[in-house]
């Protein structure tokens, strides 16, 4: 007999209907095309196409529908933090920052993390029927040292890297150390997502 020990969850749900797919799209659009300093910023860092991330921390205030998109990425990540079983005390899981990525074709986003956060995610703006997937890797990878690889019949559980093809509106939800990236959109349409922490206020 044996257990699953020390489960990695993904959360998936999706944005209500309040959120309009195109009023959501056509604001990201309005924003990348008036951020200068996010322009400047992903052309001396050689960032395939567009990010808010080091420009913009404000959208919620700056944007009416990413306030509304706020206050229901609050709500789902409450829902996975209880699903967590997370301790919070006297504490709150808020957000911590929130920005746009816009991927041409060609573009990627390679591996990392998200450190001095709790949770990370992203909800998906546009997502052309072939744009890439979001890889997820298992945190264990660099430790399996003399393993042989799982065979491609595997349980998902059990695969080392996991794939998720999300659809517009999705939101997705992982703990900030789990390791991510995506690879290159081969589209000829815009990949467009907003990613998002939330830190832990004790």
């Known amino acids: 007999m044996s257990k699953s020990l020390f489960v990695t969850r993904l959360y998936q749900s999706?944005?209500?209907?309040?959120?309009d797919p195109q009023e959501f799209e056509a604001t990201c659009h309005s924003i990348a095309e008036d951020d200068e300093a996010g322009q400047k910023w992903c052309e001396d860092n050689d960032f395939p196409g567009y990010t808010s991330y080091a420009s913009l921390t404000d959208l919620p205030w700056r944007m009416p529908i990413f306030e509304a998109?706020?206050?229901?990425?609050?709500?789902?990540?409450?829902?996975?933090?209880?699903?967590?079983a997370f301790d919070l005390g006297?504490?709150?899981?808020?957000?911590?920052?929130l920005w746009i990525n816009i991927l041409p074709e060609g573009g990627i986003h390679t591996a990392?993390?998200?450190?001095?956060?709790?949770?990370?995610?992203?909800?998906?703006?546009?997502?052309?029927?072939?744009?890439?997937?979001?890889?997820?890797?298992?945190p264990r990878h660099a430790m399996m040292m003399a393993a042989p690889p799982r065979r491609k019949d595997a349980p998902e559980e059990l695969q080392q890297f996991f794939y998720v093809k999300p659809?517009?509106?999705?939101?997705?939800?992982?703990?900030?150390?789990l390791r991510h990236e995506v690879p290159m959109n081969m589209s000829e349409d815009?990949?467009?997502?907003?990613?998002?922490?939330?830190?832990?206020?004790g």
């Open 14 to 19: 999706k944005l209500s209907e309040a959120i």
């Open 69 to 84: 998109v706020k206050r229901e990425l609050d709500a789902h990540v409450s829902s996975f933090a209880e699903e967590l």
């Open 90 to 97: 006297e504490g709150q899981l808020t957000l911590e920052d």
């Open 112 to 138: 990392h993390i998200h450190p001095h956060s709790v949770i990370s995610g992203t909800t998906y703006v546009a997502m052309p029927g072939d744009a890439s997937a979001i890889k997820f890797e298992d």
């Open 167 to 177: 659809k517009v509106g999705d939101v997705l939800l992982w703990e900030s150390w």
């Open 190 to 201: 815009d990949r467009i997502s907003v990613s998002f922490n939330y830190r832990w206020e």
